[in-house]
């Protein structure tokens, strides 16, 4: 069997989902279900002391779904080592999405400081995902100090681009010894076709699901890509060639 | 004065009270949910209930919300 491992843990489903920016938790536990991944991610924030709402965690099967809190709003590793550490207490577990994300326009990674804090969390037991720029040095120094995965961007969060770095996420590919999980940009289900046909292990996907006119009928259509690409990077393409080969015979033409 | 500084904001008290399970009461706040910190250090929920509390304590409050 094709199985994902992330940290001695299978995963049936190739497929992540981020649980933001849902219209209701109704619609976000339809579009989890039906996407069949196996993982999701969630955020960490104040309390709204003056105005209760509704706690999203309680429509998440935690029986079923693997919660793994990111670190998003840190600017630096300092802070994304206190929101690891409060994601611990309030999760229990210790799997992290480490994003670290200074710049609030394009909320592109801070590599150095992503490095730093992932050495950290690595000593200190946690399950660290780290979110990068399509970065192969730093993503080969990111296993070396042993991150459970490698996670570059195909284009800038939310922006639905599609698969805009790779060439450099072919080459993160060739040099892992961890898995390679596409996070971020991918927009259409055929841009997480593709980025799984180039062979990455997995894809983490939110704002394409979330943000369409039919979020559960997107989450299987993701479903079905992700199933599709992986099978067709097993499967192995086929040459690409620059004249015409034909499909047909080139014998017995009805012809003298 | 029994203020505590409670997600950034100052919050005055007539009477403090005394334990985080108690303040999160009094502020109707499900504490199933949350993980706090109080000046700089995080308070487990199991701790909760033997977690004191006194004036000009900055208090932190988090629950998960969606993200990606």
Known sequence: MDKLVIAGKEFGSRLFIGTGKYSSNQIMAESIAASKTDMVTVALRRVDIENENDDMLAAIDREKYLLLPNTSGARDAKEAIRLAKLARAASGINWLKLEVTPDPYYLLPDGTETLKAAKALVKDGFVVLPYINADPILAKKLQDVGTATVMPLASPIGSNQGLKTRAAIEIIIKQATVPVVVDAGLGLPSHAAEAMEMGSDAVLVNTAIAAAADPVLMAKAFKQAVKAGRNAFLAGRAAVTTEANASSPLTGFLRD | ?68
């Open chain 2, 1 to 68: 004065m029994n203020t505590l500084k409670i997600n950034g904001t100052e919050k005055k008290f007539d009477k403090l009270p005394s334990t985080l399970v108690e303040l999160l009461d009094e502020m109707k706040i499900n504490h199933a949910t949350i993980v706090a910190e109080i000046d700089g250090e995080i308070i487990g929920r199991d701790d909760f209930h033997q977690t004191a509390i006194n004036t000009g304590q900055q208090i932190e409050l988090i629950r998960f919300v969606g993200g990606g």
